[in-house]
């Protein structure tokens, strides 16, 4: 029995370019002699299509497809997912019912799973968290047995197919079915009440999270030795995204043992139609286990998750305003890696704040990557934009009187980055056939240091799933592992982060951002990424148990380093807050999709209201005892 | 017997403001002599939090000012809608459960109801479309029955309340708990299974929708009437996001008698304490039925919304581009209508392809409103920074070779739009002390006919879900019923429609935009706003059938007048089609918030991907064949 994962790239919202795929791997199997070929949950239509759940055509496109597939399983067993819809039934909004379902098919026909009212297979568990969406579109299992008063247990049995001359009894799942550790039931338990059972599939649709994989191998290592059975687990690759955030699938599929060993992983974002020996996998060997640094893991996703989403917006070539600091240098190494240096444009924009030191490193760059470069000096234009702004008058013309503007040295920071972004790089990247990119990390977009419609726009913000140590760490793994040579000067690592917009960043005298990236980084993280989220409350209860760093992951001694009393500390989480709850969620509603990598990214992972800044009756009461003490 | 119906506005996010509310509301209640008091659905921490509900601290905070609250019903009760955390078990994303919860509190005391395991009562159905996400914070009542082996219908049962010296029987029921068509369950009759019941509360947080009062009207009405008891709905009043759509609460709660009459009805939009006579109801004459025109809802949803929206992010004064065209013209009548002409400035930027009529225009709008006034021309920036693309050496450091940019009339046209937004409009908003307005309707957010940084940028997008002849419509209605006067010039209503960058958009000549709203405006909305919603293959499948017109609610005869041959109609549906599903998306990502009104607004509502255009295998089929003919 040669079983077949077949671990295909899913384009979202095409089930054409997804069939096609299908049909030509059954094709590539048979020719393998695989008896059955397995393909990931949703493979015909994509998992991340917004409301798109909400056209009659698609669902009934998806469902022909899915025809021509069953058609095409003659002399092989295909396990597939799809949308399957009830048109007699309705889902709870009022629209017609649709269910995340699995189908097996076999000489043209869908095989009947035992205990199910339809001849596929429904997903028991939604996951409703982060990006995932399933109760808003699909009908659940457990709804569909309440609603046949019947029980899941009753509907969850194994699926009997017969291939190779004998009967197997196959546990099938659905992604979620298999993280079942916070949901009333296990589908994988329920399946196993009904023995016997030769083999588990899950059929999944899993986007990359950093360290998810290591997570999954436990977990699912833990349910093939407990069952006592191989489980094959195949996922897709491709990019899918919910418009604000962006996700790469990278696959991994593997083959669990009978005694939890992986025996078989098919490689990270790349197709593979893995073949297996089913009799053979228990006595294959445990295959080591992952010890690459997470950065690696990081460049990987980003290098895909980037290079497919140009291919799909069909975006050949990009600008990138470099300033001589590191996150633009470090986007700009990313791009020339994948689109080649002559396809990258390189633009330094000085004013009169921006010193030789960041103009002579920006050049550096350039020369490094060997890519396309000029300098567009902004201050003619900025002038312009100030003597227009307050000579003009301004009349009243409810009584007549005239007035002018005037221009702080605050307004005269915002001019200058949307001079950048949105005259210089927006029209450069026109003509040069392009999009501009944002540079932004995920500190920045956290407290919205940055200019709406200047640096915080671009067409992609690759880079702001990563703080800003973890852009270091990037900016590291350019120059040694990707280019293999100095790219990202030593320069550029080195020189305090700085928004050259006045006087007081000037990088020369060591002035730079106001946030101090050591610390800021790990307590803005606690905002978003923590599992429940801290807030202002949990930082000065932590703070005053002398526990902070330890919470937030920091290294120790920081907080009293920045912060000699605790006025100060206070005085810095609030300010942070503020933007955090305020300005800044402002900003992201206006930002460019982010390419997720993290367990929480901004956008659709992460959502947020534009409700303001709010601190708790036990934070206020704590605050007053730590400034009265 | 008095029951007083609280409608208040909620803050999100701010319990404190809220609970300081419901105090004073209980003691103005208890003024009245009312025996009970009714607050809305989730009236302590506010509805649409975004994943505010993930911190540990906000839900203590909510839990702690719930107790001051319940420690305030001392001679009269009090009815809220609160969140109710079980600390010890968990939701199903592993986080801490949470319920929806409606509380009863009396002496200082919680009542507890019938039926239920906690002292409150747990909402049953929860809303998961359009800008609802409730399962993914809340779990229900269904959920939480099968966990503890029972039936909703145990349950759900009448609260017992002892009030005017007898037992009341009271149904309590939480939003979408009425709405129950869809549901396999309908609460109310699961709870009209336990007479006697005296009445039936239904609290609500529920947002404004076009419409949808009318609807609730009827679903309320035969209610109250098949269950033969009054039922007292009250909303809140408010404005709430989730980051890009802002909804407006408009209260409107109602009391219906036993007959289904409408007895009571607290005003649109307004703080109301509404006290009623129980027994009095069922004598109480139906009040008459609402027949104002939709343009009016609409405009007091704009006025309160953007009214709200203003204050919240504490902007007191807005810059407005104004172009000579009627969007602009509404936005400017709007924040006038709300500010006050000080504190609008209006600025006209005009290149060398605006006519004298439109600049002239734009002048009579700022004198007919009395707003501030500048004129700021973009030519000469725009010229400098077409110098500076075009004459700047590009050097590919790969090879030391050198080129230059080309600035195309295409690449022109996006410079003048970013130079008037994110230049002039951004610097000035900023010396003003503003923000400045994005003036776009839906039509052209549907198909991205705007410039991302440009026309499409702004704090707000007050009218982005208007359709074009909504925005007429409101042009009048300012004029007519809200100034009293012709504020928006005939001249700009009559004008055609044109965003004069090139001269092929000139108006004098009669040129303008490539969207025939007419008929464009109805077709885009069959994308958006139907039920289930229409894709390329049900428009072309009803064009063949001759009932397109019908179907999208547009004019009859428009299609042969716009499109003489089949091969017009799909060349123009394909062409709206690839934008509305390509570029059109990646500019909403990047659009500020929209103000929502219609049955579907864009942002969290509609939700989408980035997936580019599709079209089924029957609209191909359906084209060849009409192609054919």
Chains 1, 2 share one sequence.
């Not at 991340?48 to 009659?56: H, K, M, P, R």
């Not at 240096?341 to 009169?352: H, Q, Y």
């Not at 955090?580 to 959502?607: N, W």
Request: proline share 5%; with cysteine; glycine share 6%.
């Amino acid at each position: 029995m040669k079983i077949a994962m077949a671990q295909m790239e899913v384009i979202p919202g095409h089930p054409d370019q997804n069939t096609e795929k299908i049909l030509s791997m059954i094709e590539q199997a048979k020719a393998e002699h695989a008896d059955l070929i397995i393909f990931p949950e949703m493979s015909v239509p994509g998992y991340l299509l917004g409301d798109t759940w909400e056209q009659s055509s698609y669902l009934r496109d998806c469902e022909d497809y899915g025809r021509d597939i069953i058609a095409a399983a003659q002399g092989i067993t295909v396990i597939f997912g799809n949308i399957a819809v009830d048109w007699s039934k309705k889902n709870n909004d009022g629209r017609v019912r649709k269910y995340n379902a699995c189908f097996i098919a076999q000489n043209g026909k869908l095989v009947q799973p035992a205990g199910m009212p339809y001849p596929y297979i429904i997903k028991t568990l939604m996951p409703n968290y982060r990006e995932f969406d399933d109760t808003r579109h699909f009908f659940s299992l457990q709804k569909l047995a309440r609603e046949l008063g019947k029980t899941t247990t009753e509907m969850l049995e194994p699926v009997t197919v017969k291939m190779c001359g004998r009967d197997w009894r196959i546990g099938c799942l659905l992604c979620e079915d298999g993280w079942s550790d916070n949901y009333e039931i296990a589908p994988l338990e329920q399946i196993a009440r009904h023995q016997p059972i030769d083999f588990y599939v899950n059929i999944s649709s899993s986007p990359y999270t950093l360290g998810k994989n290591d997570k999954r191998n436990r977990v699912f290592s833990a349910q093939a030795k407990e069952a006592g059975a191989p489980l094959f687990y195949v996922n897709a690759i491709g990019l899918q995204n919910n418009g604000k955030t962006i996700y790469t699938f990278d696959g991994s599929s593997t083959a669990y043992s009978g005694q939890g060993n992986i025996c078989a992983v098919s490689p990270e974002y790349e197709e593979d139609l893995c073949c297996l020996d089913l009799e053979a996998l228990n006595t294959m060997p445990a295959l080591p286990v992952d010890n690459e640094p997470e950065i690696a893991h990081i460049y990987r996703a980003l290098h895909y998750g980037t290079k497919h989403f140009l291919e799909n917006i069909r975006m050949k070539r990009v600008v990138i305003g470099i300033s001589g600091g590191i996150d633009s240098a470090v986007a700009a190494a990313l791009y020339t890696d994948i689109l080649g240096p002559e396809n990258v444009l390189l633009v330094n924009m000085p004013s009169v704040f921006n010193s030789q030191t960041t103009r002579g490193l920006s050049l550096q760059l350039a020369q490094n990557l060997g890519c396309q470069y000029m300098v567009i000096p902004i201050q003619e234009a900025v002038d312009h934009t100030v003597k227009q702004l307050t000579t003009t008058p301004m009349t009243l013309w409810k009584d007549g009187s005239t007035s002018h503007l005037q221009v702080s040295s605050f307004v005269l920071e915002n001019i200058q980055a949307r001079d950048r972004s949105s005259r210089v790089l927006a029209g450069a990247a026109a003509a040069f056939g392009a999009g501009f990119t944002c540079n932004a990390n995920k500190a920045e977009t956290t407290v919205g240091y940055s200019t709406l419609y200047g640096d915080q726009s671009g067409f992609l913000a690759a880079l702001a799933d990563l703080w800003k140590h973890q852009v270091y760490a990037l900016a590291y793994y350019f120059n040694e592992h990707v280019f293999g040579r100095e790219v990202v000067p030593q320069g550029i690592i080195d020189i305090v982060p700085s928004a050259e917009l006045s006087n007081a960043q000037n990088v020369d005298e060591g002035k730079g951002d106001p946030i101090k990236y050591p610390y800021h980084d790990y307590l803005f993280r606690s905002f978003v990424e923590r599992w429940q989220k801290a807030a202002p409350e949990d930082i000065l209860t932590w703070y005053s148990e002398g526990t902070l760093e330890e919470n937030l992951g920091c290294a120790p001694g920081l907080v009293k380093q920045y912060f000699p009393t605790a006025k100060d500390f206070i005085a810095d989480l609030e300010r942070w807050w503020n933007l955090f709850c305020g300005m800044a969620i402002a900003k992201r509603i206006q930002a460019p999709p982010v390419l997720a990598v993290s367990r929480r990214a901004y956008g659709f992972d992460h959502r947020e209201a534009q409700n303001g800044p709010y601190y708790t009756r036990r934070y206020k009461q704590l605050k007053a005892k730590l400034l009265a003490e």
